[in-house]
């Protein structure tokens, strides 16, 4: 009894892994079933997905497919990553208005070279077999590819989306684009895939893989669906023919900028099925930003993350560095006006009723900043009820950490804000290679009357609005 509750527990805890981010499931009590017999048998599960070379680089939309293919990897499963140079010279129809050319076998191999090397930034390879599906499907006699076409009717054809919109609009379809599902499901027969992995764009060619199966007799596989990746302009899918796309290979400081140019709900989505936070980090980092956390850092932590991925955690730095000198600061920091204030000129009844002198007498180590007060004290608002309505209206924010210069911070100065409260960050000084602590900034919206800082901050920046910046220096 209670190795078959561990039984269930593993399944589950894989099945919650591998659903993360996707769409369909088809069937997930097929998939449970096949999860066990993996389990008490100690097979692992073939997992497909096929990869038209339409292209010489893999972008940052086939990482999608990529990442969740690793998760499978990381509970044993075996990938079958299926390079389509045969289908390629007939060209997928999905998402098509019209007939496309097929491409040259010329083009396709020379768009498959750099494949290897790509998806081995993701993939693990002892877990990982690379096939041309060439290797079987150029070699299919006629009279074998009309069996294989008879379990397929045209009606059947027909209910794919692209193709009956093409029908109603009296457009033309070619035959050859009838073959291209077929040939893939085919791909699946010859594999015995357990479960193929695809883009939501691609559900229509994945069933037909599972009644192929059916046809020869095998057990169908499970299917699994992934959403679209948009590219840069926030619209259409992340394509290398609509110039929207960010390549894994891309020069480490172009990758930076493209990230950093997505929207902010956008980012969301990339940190879903690009990200590897996990799902209880992702949360709270939705909600945190909910609560104000700037959304400029989160993207830059996203960035980074994705560049160290492919280019390692140098280059990623380096990129980090470079986006802020070229892109951040515009405002210079030696134009930004510095203005020093008495902390007692700000001192705030807080809300136990303690007050500020109180609250340093009982080393509480917390500094209690009256905003209101703040804003008056050095002429950025005129009234009191002005304070107040910026405050609302979530046009005030507070930056602290390493400084507007770019220097490397100073211990005794810096630190990480959090929504929730002040924390140090540490991190190891990989350029030095010590582990000195060091902090990063980071920038909130105050939507409070109080600002609470640690003890040891002796200075911060304030910003009112989108033209007004101000150096505040505490005199304590």
């Given at each position: 009894m209670n190795k078959s509750k561990n039984i269930d527990l593993l399944i589950n805890e894989q099945i919650e892994a591998i659903k993360r981010g996707s769409i369909d499931l088809i069937k997930e009590d097929e998939l449970y079933e096949k999860l066990k017999f993996s389990i008490l048998n100690s097979i692992p599960l073939k997992i497909k997905a096929g990869f038209d070379p339409t292209s010489p680089d893999i972008h940052l939309g086939h990482t999608v497919l990529l990442n969740k293919l690793r998760v499978f990897q990381e509970y044993g499963h075996e990938v079958f990553f299926i390079i389509g140079d045969f289908t390629a010279m007939i060209g997928d129809p999905t998402g098509k208005s019209e007939t496309r050319k097929p491409l040259s076998k010329e083009t396709?191999?020379?768009?498959?070279?750099?494949?290897?090397?790509?998806?081995?930034?993701?993939?693990?390879?002892?877990?990982?077999?690379?096939?041309?599906?060439?290797w079987w499907l150029s070699n299919i006699r006629l009279d074998e590819f009309i069996k294989i076409s008879s379990n397929y009717t045209v009606a059947r054809m027909l209910e794919k989306d692209d193709f009956e919109k093409r029908f109603a609009a009296n457009r033309p379809i070619a035959v050859h684009e009838f073959i291209y599902p077929l040939l893939q499901g085919y791909d699946s027969v010859f594999i015995k895939a357990d479960l193929e992995l695809g883009g939501n764009d691609q559900k229509f060619n994945l069933?037909?893989?599972?009644?192929?199966?059916?046809?020869?007799?095998?057990?169908?596989?499970?299917?699994?669906?992934?959403?679209?990746?948009?590219?840069?302009?926030?619209?259409?899918?992340m394509s290398k023919s609509l110039g929207n796309t960010i390549g894994i290979f891309d020069n480490p400081n172009d990758m930076f900028g493209?990230?950093?140019?997505?929207?902010?709900?956008?980012?969301?989505?990339?940190?879903?099925?690009?990200?590897?936070?996990?799902?209880?980090?992702?949360?709270?980092?939705?909600?945190?930003?909910?609560?104000?956390?700037?959304?400029?850092?989160?993207?830059?932590?996203?960035?980074?993350?994705?560049?160290?991925?492919?280019?390692?955690?140098?280059?990623?730095?380096?990129?980090?560095?470079y986006f802020e000198e070229a892109h951040q600061k515009r405002i210079n920091p030696e134009d930004i006006e510095t203005i020093s204030i008495d902390i007692k000129e700000c001192i705030i009844k807080t809300n136990d009723n303690v007050n500020f002198e109180e609250k340093i007498l009982t080393n509480d180590n917390n500094l209690y900043i009256n905003i209101i007060s703040l804003l008056n004290n050095i002429n950025a608002v005129s009234s009191n009820s002005d304070a107040?309505?910026?405050?609302?209206?979530?046009?005030?924010?507070?930056?602290?950490?390493?400084?507007?210069?770019?220097?490397?911070?100073?211990?005794?100065?810096?630190?990480?804000?959090?929504?929730?409260?002040?924390?140090?960050?540490e991190i190891n000084n990989e350029k030095?290679?010590?582990?000195?602590?060091?902090?990063?900034?980071?920038?909130?919206?105050?939507?409070?009357?109080?600002?609470?800082?640690?003890?040891?901050?002796?200075?911060?920046?304030?910003?009112?609005?989108?033209?007004?910046?101000?150096?505040?220096?505490?005199?304590c």
């Open positions: 396709v191999l020379e768009n498959s070279k750099t494949y290897k090397e790509q998806a081995f930034k993701i993939l693990k390879k002892d877990k990982t077999k690379i096939l041309f599906n060439s069933v037909v893989g599972r009644e192929l199966m059916k046809s020869f007799k095998l057990s169908p596989q499970t299917i699994m669906t992934m959403p679209l990746l948009e590219g840069l302009d926030g619209i259409n899918k493209k990230i950093m140019s997505i929207s902010d709900e956008m980012m969301l989505k990339y940190y879903e099925l690009l990200s590897s936070i996990t799902i209880n980090d992702f949360n709270k980092l939705k909600e945190n930003i909910r609560e104000g956390l700037n959304p400029l850092i989160a993207k830059k932590q996203l960035a980074e993350e994705i560049i160290e991925r492919f280019h390692g955690t140098e280059s990623a730095h380096k990129a980090l560095i107040k309505r910026l405050i609302k209206q979530g046009a005030v924010r507070v930056r602290v950490g390493s400084r507007l210069d770019g220097e490397i911070p100073d211990i005794k100065k810096d630190a990480i804000l959090n929504v929730e409260n002040f924390k140090k960050l030095n290679n010590s582990k000195e602590k060091l902090f990063e900034e980071i920038e909130i919206k105050i939507n409070s009357d109080v600002l609470q800082l640690p003890d040891f901050i002796d200075e911060f920046v304030i910003k009112i609005g989108k033209k007004k910046i101000y150096k505040i220096k505490i005199n």
